[in-house]
């Protein structure tokens, strides 16, 4: 399985609006034309995973069905996956635990993982080094613990942090403190720096993308779509055109932007200016995104 960037994202968007016409023989059609380096067209796919209060929900982006992953009642601000041991782990908000199920899998049962500090909102999982990473929003706490839940750690006290990204190939991780900017350090907390300043607003949600070095956040109060490198550098705005209510979820993918406005789940490209797609109207408002890549398989 593998994303081939640009020509199939444009393949793609062709697609979503050939679809809506209905042709979607000429859509198969559009995408083998475009397929012919790649093993099979099937190579082309493509999972988002979001949660709602309701439910943890599966989007796939090539088909466009939304399927339930698990039913709850939590608020998930924040979803990670151990790619090696294969399990998706989730923070409940309002439980103070973090839970994780069997992905993909047909028994998709919680399991706890641990309970520990209230209001746990960001996740991010080590694979390599068995740990998992956890931000708690009003404990103003940073913590660790191995994928177990053992050897739980309070690593630092970041100022109401809401989001953690790890970037396992460079071995930083970037923590969004919601009122202040993006927190940069070494796994060991080392080299800490504010590489991103919110200028008085609140940010609810952030994403790294790695292939290209670059930080995606939306801001809460006017909805606009940040972006900047991985040193804080060449802030640009990709998007302005936000409702500015319940900016929550976001995720990178390839060239393009995931994230959702309230109970709309949409894609944008990443180039600025570009227009949204709305990809599907849930029932409730999308609290977290996660892009699935399974080619990480
Ligand atoms: C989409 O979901 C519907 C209903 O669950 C199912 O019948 C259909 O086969 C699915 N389509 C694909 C392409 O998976
Ligand atoms: C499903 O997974 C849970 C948690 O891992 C396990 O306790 C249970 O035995 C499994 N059920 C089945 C039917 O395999
Ligand atoms: C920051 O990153 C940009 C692009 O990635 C690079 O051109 C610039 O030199 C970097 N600046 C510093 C201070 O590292
Ligand atoms: C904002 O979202 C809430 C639900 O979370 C909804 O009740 C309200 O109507 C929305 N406001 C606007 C201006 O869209
Ligand atoms: C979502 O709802 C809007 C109206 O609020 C509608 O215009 C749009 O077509 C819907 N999109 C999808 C993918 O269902
Ligand atoms: C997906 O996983 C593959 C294999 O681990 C990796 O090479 C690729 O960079 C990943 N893609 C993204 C967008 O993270």
Redesign the pocket.
Known sequence: MRFTGLISWIAYREGIALMKMGVRIWFCMFLLAHCVPMTSCTSFTGTILYSTYNAIMEF?I??G?V?VLVEQSHYVYAMDYDYKNRFIYFPRYNSDDIVRFAYPSKNRTLQRVIQSLPYPSGIAVDSTNDHIYWVAEYAESLLRCNMDGSNEIVLSTPSYPFVIRLDLTNRWMYIVERNIGILKSRFDLTEKETIANFVSSTVYCMDIDTAEQRLYWIRHDNGDMKSATFNGSDVKTILSTNSANNTYAIGVLGSNVFYADNKQLLMVAKTPGSTPTVLYNDTSRIDSIYVFNQSGM
């Open positions: 796939d090539d088909t069905n399927t």
